[in-house]
């Protein structure tokens, strides 16, 4: 069976001083033991965090760049992460790929940059709602998936996470069949196009306004190994979605 996964995307929010808070609800909470749990803070405090989270949760940056290192103002590398003992990183999250245009290329270069360096990568896709309602949403997340299978063939250390982008920060959530189907089809495409071992044992994880209310209903499906939270990772909800399965 897949280790049902919870990632907390604090996107661009926090301070030193929320920062410390938040870790500190996750230390004193009683989580599910049976979950991998993975915070992502703004880089300028993923140190903080990791001087602070106790051992057992670990953390993401939410970026990172292809290049090992050199003229590259304002990237941070995966050899950068890897010194500062931050195993895993998001990548292609939508609002990079929407606000700093981020094509599918780019993003499965920086995909095999983490990999080859040895940092695990939460990789995101998803669909606009004008390509929901032109029924592409298929189309487009395999797109996504075939520009990064077209760099790598070992999936082990990626997560794969469904956000469809009409559902991120709107509180607008998919349906729980709407998620299920898409998460089923990446799972039937890991299959024709990877092998059977990957769509057995990668992890597709859901993320677009999941809530202490809603996360309950969606882990109960069983292509939906688990979650990508945005808002209600910077709350104690938080505690409840990483124990939906409780
Ligand atoms: P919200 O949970 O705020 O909708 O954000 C989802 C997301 O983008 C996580 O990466």
């Not at 929320?18 to 405090?45: F, M, Q, S, W």
């Not at 140190?47 to 602070?52: F, G």
């Not at 089809?185 to 994880?205: D, G």
Request: proline share 2%.
């Amino acid at each position: 069976a897949r280790q049902f996964f919870v990632g907390g995307n604090f996107k661009m929010n926090g301070s030193v001083e929320t920062i410390k808070k938040i870790v500190g609800y996750l230390n004193d909470a009683k989580l599910d033991d049976n979950v991998e749990v993975v915070i992502a803070p703004p880089t300028l405090y993923l140190l903080l965090a990791r001087e602070h989270l106790k051992p057992g949760l670990q953390i993401a940056a939410q970026n990172v760049f292809d290049r090992p290192n050199g003229a590259f103002t304002g990237e941070i590398s995966v050899d950068q992460l890897k010194d500062s003992n931050i195993k895993w990183t998001l990548v292609g999250h939508s609002e990079r790929r929407t606000i700093l245009r981020e094509e599918d290329d780019f993003v499965a270069a920086k995909t095999k940059a983490a990999l080859d360096g040895g940092v695990s990568v939460i990789l995101c896709i998803g669909e606009s709602l004008e390509e929901r309602e032109a029924d592409k949403t298929i189309e487009v997340v395999t797109k996504q998936l075939k520009a990064v299978s077209d760099k790598i063939s070992d999936w082990s250390k990626i997560v794969i996470a469904y956000e469809p982008i009409w559902a991120i920060g709107t509180g607008k959530v998919a349906s729980i069949a709407q998620a299920q189907e898409v998460h089923a089809a990446i799972r039937s495409w890991l299959k024709k196009e990877v092998s059977e071992e990957a769509a057995e044992k990668t992890r597709i994880i859901y993320g677009g306004s999941v809530s202490e209310k809603n996360c309950k209903d969606l882990s109960t499906q069983s292509d939906i190994d688990g979650f990508l939270v945005g808002g209600a990772s910077l709350k104690p909800a938080f505690v409840d979605i990483i124990n939906s399965r409780l």
